[in-house]
Nanobody, 122 residues
Framework: VQLQASGGGLVQAGGSLTLSCVAS????????LAWFRQAPGKEREFIAA????????FDADSVKGRFTISRDNAKNTVYLQMNSLKPEDTAVYYC????????????????WGQGTQVTVSS
């Protein structure tokens, strides 16, 4: 499946952004979807995932209560609503797809979007 992420930008601390990731090329509901991020000099971090129907979601502790993952299967799109942004949320954000789902990270995310930059100023 091909993934195209968008919605990044520059925002002040405490602000909000919504990232979108549109999928094409395969049956969207065959895939669980996730968001990862990578800050400069750091390893890629798994932050959220949603099951094939969207009925189950998982948020990492670092974003719990501030970020929400959701999907619209009619639009072949997964979203990441980010609230109460902090400077440490600054990173390139990636969407990824997997045929498998678990409430947590697993290594099955093989298809990746190109990334979208989020910069949070203090």
């Amino acid at each position: 499946v091909q993934l195209q992420a968008s919605g990044g930008g520059l925002v002040q601390a405490g602000g909000s952004l919504t990232l979108s990731c549109v999928a094409s090329g395969r049956t969207f509901t065959d895939y669980a979807l996730a968001w990862f991020r990578q800050a400069p000099g750091k390893e890629r971090e798994f932050i959220a995932a949603t099951s094939w129907s969207g009925g189950s979601t998982f948020d990492a502790d670092s974003v719990k209560g501030r970020f929400t993952i959701s999907r619209d299967n009619a639009k072949n799109t997964v979203y990441l609503q980010m609230n109460s942004l902090k400077p440490e949320d600054t990173a390139v954000y990636y969407c990824a797809a997997s045929l498998a789902y678990s409430r947590g990270y697993h290594p099955g995310y093989k298809d990746w979007g190109q990334g979208t930059q989020v910069t949070v100023s203090s």
